[in-house]
């Protein structure tokens, strides 16, 4: 591997470590605010509404004047197709700034413990998600310790990312359960309940569904799943039957594991009022908050990773039919990576603006009766596309 | 060390789908309901005992408060009661706009239902959808009556003024497009797996039930009784109208949708009579400026959108003011079939029976 | 219920608080009762008919033997005859009113109801279109039952239950009406019984499950208790609530603010709001004195 390849000190790998931390924890912060930003734009756009319109771009305030001058020249100003962005800011301002109340009953420990749990779970997942299989670029050589080293797309590059991920995912499960006991309350407790039902039933069929793409390329390692299933290298093209099937029932699995429409049960605001949070105010709602749109993240960038060929263009083996010598498109690359994270993330968005609730029932239904038979099924294809063809 | 418990969970008074001030207590064992029983008078604001002590003329304006989200409807009520009361005649114009109006609020109110349902379900796109098309009807009331919601549309014996140059323009207008709009919302609902899912067989009450808890409207109708007050005791100008009264047999919360959808066509189509055949003349019936009653009594009953919707009356002589006003309010009837259909069932059919019922609160408090 | 059916009497002072009230002070908490007992009847409004026409055949023979007076009077003193009377033509309004009049009842529902139950209907009527029928106080369990079940009846829903408080009454203070629906036949029917403070009557609730709350709203609005009915608690206001807020007697005008929390109230703010509102309201409140 190419960190290892480059001997380092102790110190370098440490500073190395933790700039590549860093830049993803801000990477992540910043793409939660944008995407929240995008949900209630694309929303808006769904519903024949505006969604978010105040700051920037407007005909007031800091950037008034140009908008003004810009309208005034007859032209549109950029920043009018932006309008409402700076509310994250607010957003972020007004959760830390709010006053954080405890509950009297509360278990006051598990109550702060439950939203950090969650939040780690969430952001230690980004530890083993490889954006880009190889060197984004390398540092200068008068760069300080760190000098002459290759910034790599990836924290670290674990051979059993796979386990990894869904190890820590599973852990997340236990900041909403913590939480809404911990509130001693009712409403958060029937959600807490619901939510871990439903984690751990399409806990099976997620990781079942991930098995396809496992056991067709025959590693857990997501640099060469995503070379082998992106180009089909030694793979039949009856291989694009269960990796189809299997990224849907993964989305579908990956909109439960989120909590998100149509299986936001746990939070269902209309049925439980705020869910396992309804107790939770200021910042730990914000954790809250800020771990379900990390995983929704999460989550597209393992579908994009395991399915849609990572960073390649083409997904299920079609890249195979782009020669590698064609220019950009021939080549993988971390924009194609992040369009497709991109391009889920819009589907969740549109599930959200389009689909009702499940019942708590019919959720196990589809779990149980469904997916995990479909799963098997597509698992036990997959097989023998592997091994007959 | 371990033992089975029933939770007792309060829905409401403040949530986000109990439609107001509704509070139901629930006993929950894990998600199925055991009992449930509401519990109501968070609005209650004696409506009745104020009219008491209104003139005929004053107590209409009362009457926007209680049903506010299809207060026309009630201003009829009180308006056509108060006429009943003195045998007043009412213009036939005006009793055409009237049934314009009535039926446009009609619109408006099962819009409303829609809206509020869906997003109770969880599809929140048609919420706006049906608040785009509920908006426009209501700049129709305003420009009729200058408000949108507290209308105190009508006055004792007709109108207080003719229909506003352009309303009916309008009017056509929305006539023109609303029925695609409908089938925009059944574009996202009716097919729609999970919304039949949540829907089908939820929250039933055959019609035995219906008659015995004295339910109407939707929810009578959805049971394959084709009980509207519109035909069986023909008030305003609705005798003069051709429509027809949809029913289902189902008697679950999807017919009750598909039900209501239908009555808005319904609606539609008295709307677009009510706009072509208006007659000439004149909007307001002889009456003296103070109203004097006589002994009598009366009871008069319209369709309000979510049922029947009566208005009794007690006068006495020489009274300017009723003696006695009571008003039989839909929802409040309506509401008591929930324990029959939540119990034994599950939380989330509590929300849809509710939202099926269309309940408001403002009505059931008085 | 196994509580005995006392009414339970509104309060006639005013509850022990911070204030107490001048009620001679404050004209809304004057409480008017009405004088007449406005009850609907076919046979009043014929006596009172009767009445009137024999008052005004009074008046005309009255006017005429006056005139007869006069004319003799007049003839013996040779002066010329006075005018002969003209009979006053009551004056036609010229509006639109046509007050509906109690009429005698012609319905065949009406007739059958009476023909079945005997001599426990009081009275039947029509008026304004609406059939009445009012019935033994004691017996209005067995008409509703008739009402429901009887073949050429059939009506099946009740549509509405309510009440009416008449302190001026002669031997009764309520009226209870029941509006009945039959689906079937598209048809409605009035039944009406009254009955005198402290009276119980039977809950409707075993017939149309309907009354059920319909009758807690008339217990809750007017303390009426009725027996047989499986819940019969307040419904729209609190438990606790004093008095019964549509009977007559009740005042449209409220005891004022009485939770405010002196002793939080540094510098006597909510205190001033509280005195100036209850003077808008025209309540005159006095401070009790300290002890």
């Known amino acids: 591997m190419p960190s290892q390849a480059i001997p380092m000190t102790l110190t370098q790998t440490l500073t190395m470590g933790l700039i590549q931390i860093l830049a993803v924890l801000i990477a992540v ?24 319109t105040r700051l920037a771009g407007g005909h007031v305030g800091i950037t008034g004047p140009m908008n003004r001058a810009m309208w005034a020249m007859g032209k549109v100003p950029m920043l009018s197709l932006l309008r409402g962005l700076p509310i994250f800011i607010a957003d972020a301002l007004k959760l830390i700034t709010k006053e954080d109340i405890i509950p009297a009953k509360a278990d006051r420990g598990v109550f702060t413990l439950a939203p950090i749990i969650s939040v780690m779970a969430a952001f230690g997942v980004f530890a083993a998600v490889a954006y880009f299989p190889g060197t984004l670029f390398v540092f200068p050589k008068g760069f300080p310790i760190v000098g002459g080293l290759p910034f790599q797309g990836f924290i670290t590059d674990v051979n059993v990312g796979l386990l990894f991920i869904l190890g820590l995912a599973s852990v997340g499960v236990y900041g909403i359960v913590l939480g809404a006991w911990a509130s001693n309350s009712k409403y958060p407790l029937l959600g807490s309940l619901r939510s871990a039902a439903q984690i751990i039933s399409y806990e099976v069929p997620l990781t079942l569904s991930l098995l396809v793409p496992v056991l067709l390329s025959g590693s857990l390692n997501f640099k060469d799943m995503a070379v082998a299933l992106a180009t089909g290298q030694g793979l039949s093209p009856l291989a694009i039957i269960p990796l189809f099937i299997g990224f849907f029932i993964y989305l579908t699995c990956g909109f439960a594991e989120t909590n998100r429409v149509p299986f936001d049960l746990a939070e269902a605001e209309t049925e439980l009022v705020a869910g396992f949070h ?8 914000g954790f809250f908050y800020l771990a379900e749109y990390a995983n929704m993240i999460v989550v597209s960038a393992l579908a994009t990773a395991f399915f849609l060929g990572g960073h390649f263009l083409l997904p299920f083996g079609l890249q195979r039919f782009v020669p590698a010598s064609a220019p950009f498109i021939g080549q993988p690359s971390f924009l194609f990576f992040f369009l497709k994270v991109c391009l889920i993330l819009f589907a969740f968005l549109w599930v959200r603006a389009t689909l009702p609730r499940y019942r708590y029932d019919q959720l196990m239904d589809v779990g149980w009766k469904w997916l995990i038979p479909l799963t098997l099924v597509n698992l036990f294809v997959a097989a023998l596309i592997r091994f007959a063809f | 060390m371990f033992k089975n418990e029933e939770m007792e969970i309060n829905l409401g008074p403040q949530h986000p789908s109990t439609h107001g001030v509704l509070r139901v207590k629930l006993r929950l064992d894990g998600e199925t309901v055991v009992s449930c029983k509401p519990v109501i008078g968070y609005l209650h604001r004696g409506v009745e005992k104020i009219c008491e002590n209104k003139s005929y003329f004053q107590g209409q304006v009362w009457t926007d408060r209680m049903d506010y989200v299809a207060s026309i409807s009630n201003n009829l009520g009180w308006a056509e009661g108060v006429e009943k009361l003195f045998g007043i005649e009412v213009p036939r114009r005006a009793k055409y706009i009237r049934t314009l109006l009535t039926e446009q609020n009609r619109l408006a109110s099962h819009l409303l239902w829609l809206a509020t349902h869906a997003l109770d379900i969880g599809a929140m796109t048609v919420f706006l959808y049906a608040f785009r098309e509920r908006e426009y009807l209501l700049d129709l009331f305003e420009s009729f009556c200058g408000a949108r919601l507290t209308t105190t549309a009508f006055r004792i014996g007709g109108l207080r003024e003719d229909l506003p140059p352009g309303f009916i323009k309008q009017a056509q207008v929305f006539q023109d497009r609303f029925l695609d709009c409908v089938d925009e919302y059944e574009t996202l609902l009716t097919e729609n797996r999970i919304w039949k899912k949540r829907t089908i067989g939820v929250a039933r009450l055959n019609a035995e039930d219906c008659i015995a808890l004295g339910v109407t409207g939707p929810v009578l109708r959805a049971a394959g009784v084709p009980y509207d007050i519109r035909k069986a005791f023909p008030y305003a100008a609705y005798g003069e109208m051709a429509f027809e009264v949809p029913t289902r047999t189902e008697a679950d919360t999807y017919a009750r949708y598909l039900v209501r959808l239908a009555e808005m066509r319904q609606s539609h189509r008295i709307i677009q009579q009510c706009l072509e055949g208006l007659p000439e003349g004149p909007v307001m019936a002889k009456i003296p400026k103070i109203l004097k009653s006589e002994v009598n009594e009366v009871y008069h009953p319209i369709e309000a959108p979510k049922g029947e ?52 609160l403002g009505e059931i408090d008085r | 219920m196994s509580e005995p059916n006392t009414p339970e009497v509104p309060p006639a002072e005013a509850p022990s608080g911070p204030y107490r009230y001048d009620l001679a002070a404050s004209p809304q908490r004057q409480i008017v009762l009405p004088k007449t007992a406005p009850v609907p009847s076919l046979a009043t409004y014929k006596a009172e008919v009767l009445a009137q026409a024999a008052a005004d055949e009074a008046k005309w023979q009255k006017q005429l033997a006056d005139f007869e007076v006069a004319k003799a009077k007049a003839e013996a003193e040779g002066k010329d005859a006075p005018k002969a009377p003209v009979r006053a033509v009551p004056r036609k309004d010229d509006n639109d009113l046509k007050t509906p009049w109690p009429v005698e009842a012609v319905d065949p529902d009406l007739l059958s109801l009476q023909g079945l139950l005997g001599d426990r209907a009081e009275e039947i009527f029509q008026q304004a279109g609406e059939l009445v029928c009012q019935v033994k106080k004691e017996a209005i369990l067995e008409a509703l039952e008739l009402c429901r079940d009887e073949g050429d009846l059939r009506y099946e829903m009740l549509a509405d239950e309510c009440a009416t408080h008449y302190p001026a009454g002669k031997d009764f203070t309520f009226s209870v009406v029941y509006h009945l629906t039959s689906i079937s036949r598209q048809k409605r029917l009035r039944l009406r019984i009254l009955i005198p403070e402290g009276f119980a009557p039977a809950s409707a609730c075993e017939i149309y499950p309907s009354a059920n709350w319909m009758e807690r709203e008339i217990y809750d609005m007017l303390g009426i208790r009725f027996t ?20 007559k007697e009740y005042p449209t005008v409220g005891w004022g603010q009485r939770d405010i929390d002196f002793r939080e109230d540094r510098g006597g703010v909510l205190n001033r709001i509280a005195m100036t509102t209850a003077g808008q309201l025209g309540i005159n409140l006095k401070q009790p004195k300290a002890d």
């Open chain 3, 228 to 247: 047989g009915h499986p819940d019969m608690t307040r419904i729209l206001c609190p438990e606790d609530w004093e008095g019964y807020p549509l009977r």
């Open chain 1, 278 to 285: 309804t107790e939770y105010s200021g910042m730990k709602f």
């Open chain 1, 29 to 52: 912060f910043i793409m939660v605010p944008l995407l929240t930003f995008a949900e209630r734009k694309v929303i808006g756009y769904m519903q024949v509404r505006l969604g978010a």
């Open chain 2, 309 to 360: 919707l009566g208005y009794y009356f007690v006068g006495e002589k020489g009274g300017t003011m009723p003696y006695r006003m009571h008003v039989r309010a839909p929802s409040f009837v309506n509401l008591q079939a929930l324990p029959k259909m939540v119990e034994g069932r599950l939380l989330a059919d509590v929300i849809a029976a509710i939202g099926t019922l269309d309940v408001v």
